[in-house]
Structure formats: C-alpha cells, structure tokens
C-alpha cells in the first residue's frame, strides 16, 4: 500500500483546489451540453482475479496516457441472480456461479489495477457490481446480499487508502419485461435495507409510454420503473439508451415527470446513460446507439422540459468480457 501523501495525492489535492476556487464561474458560465468521455462496461464472462486487476489497469492505463483527470463509472455486470449451496451470489456469462465474496473480491481487483496503473493521474472511477431482475432468484435476501459484498469492497477500499479515487455500488439491470414488478421492489428493498451505497438501475423502461399514463410491459406501470430506480432510497438512474430514435430517452423523461407529478422524491436526476455499441457490434441494428448518440439523447428529452431538467453525468457503453 502506499504512503498517504504521494503523487497521486498531490494531483488529487490540487485537482480539488483548483475545482473549488473556479467552481463558482463554472456554475455561472454557459457551455454547450456535449457528451462526457465513455467507459466500456462489461458482461461478465469470468472469475480469475486476473483479469480484473488487468481490466482495471486498462483503464487506469488509458487515463494515465491521456494526460488528462477522468471521471469513470463502469459497470460489471455478473449475470442473473443464483443461489448455489444455500450461497448468494450471479451466474456469470458463460463461466458459471460466481459468489458474493467473490464479487467482492473482483471489485477490489479491478480497483487494485486501477490504482496501480493510473501512477499520479488523480482520475477517479465507480466501480458498480451488477445484477439483473431475471430468473426465480430474484428475492429480497439476495438484494440484501449484494449491498453487504458492496459495502465490504468499500470497506476494503478504504483500508488501503484508495477511496479518495475509487469507491463502489451495487447495480441491477431492472427490465419489465424479465420480472414482475413485485418481485423486483422486493429485490430492490432488500438491497435499500443493507446498503451504505447506491443501487444504479440500469435497466429499461421497456414498453413504457411516451407520455403520462399507460402502462409498460408486463404489467408495469411508469410509478413501478420509477420507485426501482429513484423511490427506493438506495436509488440512482443509469438507464439504457440504446433506441437510435430516441424513444428510450423519451420514455425516461416521462418516468422523470411522472415523479415530478406524483412523488415526494420529485424528478429523476440521471447518474449517466448506458449504450450497448460495444456489445452489438454490428448486430441489433436500430439499437445501437453510440454512447455520444445515447447520452446526448437523455440529456435532450430531460432537459425539454424545465420539470424534468437535469445534468447526466456519466456515459458508458456495454461490451462482452473484457470489452475492446
């Protein structure tokens, strides 16, 4: 572990300086909304350590290169939740069970590359360990489960001095059409009931209406997609953008407004879009946004309208295992 106080400490400190003394001319200055630099996000088709670590020096590499302090947010999607053994935990894609404790474990080695390979770039990354709303295992207890792996890599994290630049979520691919309503609240309560750290949805809004009212598919109504993604209080918004005609980002500004109407929450404000260019490559033509198309998209519809308005301020794009 290294010293406190070293180059990475520095150029985070004066990073920071530098963020508070401009920060008022930055709010009172007017830009163009252009889209954030993408992360690639993974499906998870793997469980050495090794390769964690070398993703997470990837991008940590790739920072370090530019020259220049990121942003990131990546999500690692393990997979559907499984139960093996009476043992909480993902079936990955492809490589079978993957449990809590080695969720927990493959955030920490992605951060441990992270860290080491970005040297004295004070770029910062989210780490969110990921799940899906699919399949008969979808329960309050693994909700549970999956925020106490969260909040033991976070722990973890600060142990070593890393969580001025590094911190970790836990995560869920929410889709209507993949589970009930009911079950996925249960699952989303069960993670708000033992977490110290967000939950990112980064599901869909599938079915769901290009205005007030309706319902989505399976059953699902607007105030459903909604309670999952910013009514629980564990809450954030990551949400698919893939649609290249904007529907999907449509469909989130009316969830956005139906809690701006109905809830005490109020309007959605977006963590960031997802995309899937990556894990496409060619082949689902119509929903292949590019992450510039996809969060460009989301910040147009949300910010149409003054009830809605909101800054979005991640972009990443979903490849299949250690991406490209």
């Known amino acids: 572990m290294r010293k406190w106080f070293n180059s990475k400490t520095a150029a985070f ?72 053994g009476g043992v909480q935990g993902m079936s990955t894609f492809g490589n079978g069970f993957i449990s809590m404790a ?3 474990s493959a955030v920490e080695n992605y ?9 004295s770039n004070p770029s910062t990354v989210r780490i969110v360990a990921g799940t899906s709303n699919y399949g008969s295992y979808v ?25 001025n630049w590094i911190s970790a979520a836990g995560g869920c691919d929410m889709e209507t059409s993949w589970n009930s309503a009911s079950t996925t609240k249960a699952w989303a309560n069960g993670y708000n009931g033992s977490h110290q750290y967000g939950l990112y949805n980064y599901g869909d809004a599938g079915g769901c209406p290009k205005s007030q009212g309706g319902t989505c598919n399976n059953g699902w109504t607007q105030g459903d997609v909604y309670y999952v993604t910013w009514g629980v209080p564990a809450g954030f918004a990551l949400p698919e953008i893939y649609n290249t005609t904007g529907t999907n980002a449509t469909q989130w500004q009316q969830i956005s407004l139906w809690g701006y109407l109905n809830d005490s929450q109020g309007k959605i404000t977006f963590s960031g879009a997802m995309t899937q260019y990556n894990a496409c490559a060619g082949t689902c033509s119509g929903t292949d946004n590019t992450p510039s198309a996809g969060w460009t998209q989301l910040y147009n519809a949300v910010n149409s309208d003054s009830r809605t308005a909101s800054s979005v301020r991640w972009s990443t794009d979903i490849s299949w295992g250690t991406g490209a």
């Open 111 to 119: 951060a441990k590359g992270f860290y080491t390979c970005t040297g």
């Open 13 to 84: 400190v004066i990073f920071s300086l530098f963020a508070f003394l401009f920060a008022p001319w930055f709010a009172n200055a007017s830009f163009a909304a252009s889209a954030p630099p993408s992360t690639l996000s993974h499906y998870v088709t793997y469980t050495d350590t090794n390769t964690f670590y070398n993703m997470g020096c990837s991008l940590g590499t790739k920072d370090k290169n530019a020259g220049l302090t990121y942003d990131n947010i990546v999500v690692l999607d393990f997979g559907q939740p499984l139960v093996s």
């Open 102 to 104: 080695g969720v927990t």
């Open 139 to 163: 329960t309050s207890a693994h909700g549970a489960a999956l925020a106490v792996a969260v909040n033991n890599a976070n722990s973890w994290l600060s142990s070593q001095g890393y969580s």
